[in-house]
């Protein structure tokens, strides 16, 4: 339902691939994007980009950045006071809202800004977390607590993502056998279609582009650390993304 909102990117290619994708499907629905700051990788001093966008009159920040720059971006975000009323929607997880991130900032001395993270809603896109809700995936979350004195995997897509890329060999192997040549193997794993721990995976035909399952995820306290919440789910999103137009009502009224 957000109509305006004010972007940032790391100036990485990450930052260009997770954000400008995302300014262009949000404009195209109807969306203003009030201002877009590039910031090169390294900044600490978020200060002045925080003062334009609380001036802007926009209704969120959405955007990217990573690692030690996410860090300084939300200790400046809830030093400026913008945590009051602007909410932080990432366009990509990994480096900006994973768990580390999280336990970085509680124990640099900003729990309060991570609760008001967690009150407000952090959310971003994600392929695997661990409450997806689906046979294989539970499956797997109760064997891996099994062996991890009954932890759950921590709060990125790595765990599940790696078993899902591990399954896609298996699949393979099981189609031609061991003795496959790696032309055969290749052919064989463009060709596997299955369900995992992720959800479903399989390749666009004529590339080795996956067609996979998206989850639109929120940040959520899990014991002494931080942990993804499913809020929604995207089923077989095609590699160009969803069309917008199909959505686009909903947007625009």
């Known amino acids: 339902g957000l109509k305006k909102v004010y972007t940032i990117r790391q100036g990485t ?13 949000f404009k195209a629905m109807g969306g203003e994007i009030l201002g877009s700051e590039y910031v090169q990788m ?21 955007g990217w950045t990573s690692s030690a720059d996410a860090i300084a971006f939300y200790k400046a975000w809830y030093d400026s006071g913008a945590y009051e009323n602007i909410p932080i ?16 900032l ?16 952090l959310y ?13 995936n539970q499956a797997y979350i109760e064997s891996y607590k099994a062996d991890h004195d009954g932890s759950v995997p921590g709060g990125n897509n790595l ?29 064989a794993m463009l060709a596997a279609d299955f369900e995992s721990t992720e959800g479903h995976t399989a390749f666009e035909e004529g590339t080795c582009v996956a067609i996979k399952d998206v989850y639109v995820v929120k940040d959520i306290p899990l014991g002494p650390s931080y942990n993804y919440e499913v809020v929604k789910t995207y089923s ?13 009502d909903a947007y625009t009224g």
Request: with cysteine.
């Open 13 to 25: 290619t990450g930052g260009d691939n997770y954000v400008l994708p995302f300014e262009t499907c």
């Open 42 to 62: 390294g900044t600490n001093d978020w200060s002045s980009y925080l003062t334009k966008i609380i001036n802007s009159g926009a209704e969120a920040i959405a």
């Open 89 to 104: 929607i990432g366009t990509m997880h990994g480096g900006f809202s994973d768990f580390y991130i999280m336990m970085a």
């Open 106 to 121: 509680k124990n640099g001395g900003y729990e309060a800004a991570v609760d008001a993270l967690m009150e407000k809603g």
């Open 124 to 136: 971003a896109p994600i392929n695997w977390c661990y409450s997806i809700d689906s046979p294989e």
């Open 159 to 187: 765990a599940g993502s790696c078993y899902q890329a591990l399954m896609l060999m298996v699949t393979a192997l099981d189609a031609v056998g061991a003795d496959a040549t790696p032309e055969e193997l290749r052919a």
């Open 236 to 248: 077989d999103v095609m590699p160009e993304g969803y069309n917008y137009n199909v959505f686009s």
